[in-house]
């Protein structure tokens, strides 16, 4: 069966410190896709990165970063400076790219004071 | 706008009426997707629509609720006799194709309360 596991329930850092959320699935399936959404104050998720599990090259865009790491099962995502509008829940997810269902983590709420 | 658009914003409705509510995928994306989000809680799948098709109605809580997608386009998701456990963030997504694979467009989501 699959699963994704978000442990962190809320984090909580001052502006500017770097902060990493993490994300831990289970598959049996060789080929799949991760996910991560973030879901401002707004309401509106929106998406961030997919990776499928064949590329494990970290990803680096701006201020946000991916460590997909196969050993461990995990696909973390690390905000580097984090600004007050970084403040959303965080969702990690998998698929096996065929099916049109998600598997969604529990979401990590972001809290980033000033 | 060229994003996925929800109406209501905000419903308001007494425990058993039915509400409808409505969501404008983007033009050209063949998946449309409906979830439930309760307050503070992950995503619920409910229902997925591949044109006008739903190949899985599994995901909606009771037969109590429906949803229909016409023209490859708008979709609408209906409540009969909503009870309190009904009130949550409903929320619409679109994509080019299946959701493991594209990414998800959201829309802002309706917030239905039941009273």
């Known amino acids: 069966a699959q699963k994704v596991t978000q442990a962190q329930t809320e984090i909580s850092v001052v502006e500017k410190e770097d902060v990493t959320l993490d994300c831990v699935y289970e598959?049996?399936?060789?080929?799949?896709?991760l996910f991560w959404y973030k879901q401002p104050p707004s309401g509106e998720l929106v998406f961030l990165i997919r990776r499928n599990s064949f590329d494990e090259q970290n990803e680096i865009s701006g201020r946000y970063s991916w460590n997909f790491q196969k050993s461990t099962s995990s696909f973390n995502f690390t905000i580097t400076a984090s600004q007050v509008v970084d403040s959303a829940v965080y969702f990690c997810?998998?698929?096996?790219?065929?099916?049109?269902?998600?598997?969604w983590g529990a979401g990590t709420k972001l809290i980033i004071k000033p | 706008g060229a994003g996925v658009s929800q109406s209501p914003s905000n419903k308001v409705t007494e425990k058993g009426k039915d509400v409808e509510l409505r969501c404008d995928p983007i033009s050209g994306h063949t998946a449309l997707y409906w979830y439930r989000q309760s307050l503070g809680q992950g995503l619920e799948f409910l229902i997925y629509?591949?044109?006008?098709?739903?190949?899985?109605k599994s995901g909606l809580p009771s037969d109590r609720f429906s949803a229909e997608r016409t023209g490859g386009s708008v979709s609408t998701l209906t409540i009969q006799r909503t009870q309190q456990e009904d009130s949550a963030v409903y929320l619409c997504a679109s994509s080019r194709g299946l959701a493991g694979f594209y990414e998800q467009y959201f829309g802002p989501g309706t917030r239905l309360t039941v009273t």
């Open positions: 997810a998998l698929s096996d790219g065929s099916n049109y269902q998600l598997i």
């Open positions: 629509f591949q044109g006008n098709s739903a190949p899985d």
């Open positions: 598959t049996r399936d060789t080929t799949y896709y």
